[in-house]
């Protein structure tokens, strides 16, 4: 028979919550916080290591708690250095996380999940043709970036040489759907004496869930990135269900009303590039006039193909015109060039092992990438 774990995690509880459950051992509320650092700080898994402690007090820790990531199923590396690991929880329910190195200076993004599938269906997205099998907890979100850092070797790294500085919600999951575990995960997050990240330096995605926005921006003050995608009710209702229950005014207005949304703490709009679907002049224009007087950032996002898609990527020359129209507009609208394609691990490819791509599917779309990139020059 199968041993049961019975040990207690310490990943997950905020400082208050960490005193008391240390405090039956005697542990003072001086040594509770050391122990909190050694967590959250130093990234420290092993008890034995917490040298700050007695030899009895490390033994009894270590006999009651433990210290846990999530468990690495798979890992794969891209061509140009995106890295992305299928993770399994406790339950063996399982996600992916993916970092993304910057180009330019070596600070890089970690995208992690917020719920195990995901509970809305747009229509371009792989995530979304997969069920919502659970929301993750708060200690399962965390444990995400503190995996990432172990991995990246950056718990002793100066902050200025850190790789992982950025945490963007943009993988499976609707995170206002799981706001409660999302907002105790992004508080840890931030907290000065803990992981410290600056909510500058966190950016939480939804498609539009307009009840929970007003909420998000009060008690977090973290970036906004709106999925939007289309500029009407007819087509979002079509690529994105959810538009049907909080339509593009409502969330226009919510977007408008964002706490703390300034020139200097823009929102930003992901706006995917599908080919004869939202791609023409007239969507240009009908964006612009969409977004008036909302400080605004556009991000462009060529479509990335997965297996079953009824959907193309636009033209570069399309993608181009589209973004020069914008930018003439008077907004910033880069066009976010795809990482990690060759691994599935792009904007709107993220899909956990329960619905796993053979490895026919994924040989033949790395082929029909590579094709492109060579007729474009890329390669």
């Not at 503190?146 to 963007?168: E, I, P």
């Not at 004869?276 to 240009?284: K, L, P, T």
Request: one cysteine or more; proline letters at 4%; glycine letters at 6%.
């Amino acid at each position: 028979m199968e041993q049961v774990n019975t040990k207690k995690p310490l990943v997950g509880l905020s400082r208050e919550e960490l005193a008391a459950a240390v405090a039956p051992l005697g542990v003072e509320p001086f040594r509770a916080k050391q122990l909190y650092h050694w967590i959250y700080v130093r990234g420290v898994t092993d008890f034995a290591l917490m040298t700050t402690f007695s030899k009895t007090l490390r033994e009894d820790l270590a006999n009651q708690f433990v210290v846990q990531r999530p468990a690495i199923s798979e890992a794969q590396k891209s061509v140009d250095g995106t890295q992305k690991w299928l993770l399994a929880m406790p339950d063996a329910q399982k996600v992916e996380m993916v970092h993304i190195p910057s180009v330019t200076r070596d600070i890089g993004a970690l995208c992690i999940s917020s719920q195990v599938g995901c509970t809305l269906t747009c229509r371009f997205c792989h995530t979304g043709t997969q069920r919502l099998v659970r929301n993750l907890e708060a200690d399962e979100i965390v444990g995400q970036v503190m995996l990432a850092r172990d991995q990246l070797g950056d718990w002793t790294a100066q902050s200025q040489d850190r790789l992982l500085n950025n945490v963007v919600f943009m993988g499976m999951g609707e995170p206002l759907y799981n706001y409660e575990n999302v907002a105790k995960a992004i508080k840890m997050l931030m907290d000065p004496d803990g992981i410290s990240i600056s909510k500058r330096r966190i950016t939480l995605s939804t498609s539009g869930v307009v009840p929970m926005m007003q909420r998000c921006g009060e008690e977090l003050g973290v970036n906004l990135a709106i999925s939007l995608h289309a500029t009407n009710d007819e087509l979002r209702n079509h690529i994105m269900p959810l538009n049907k229950k909080y339509p593009i005014k409502e969330l226009m207005e919510a977007c408008r009303n964002y706490p703390g949304l300034s020139n200097s703490r823009r929102i930003t709009f992901e706006y995917v590039m599908l080919k004869g679907v939202n791609d023409s002049m007239n969507d240009a224009k009908a964006l612009v006039k969409l977004l008036a007087g909302i400080p605004s950032k556009i991000n462009l996002i060529p479509f990335n193909a997965w297996p079953g898609s009824a959907f193309e990527c636009s033209d570069d020359d399309v993608i181009e015109g589209f973004g020069d129209y914008l930018n003439n507009a008077g907004y910033v609208s880069p066009i976010r060039r795809p990482r990690g394609r060759d691994i599935l691990a792009a904007c709107g490819q993220l899909k956990s092992a329960s619905m796993r791509l053979s490895v026919t599917e994924r040989a033949a779309i790395a082929e029909l990438q590579r094709e492109k990139d060579l007729a474009q020059g890329l390669a």
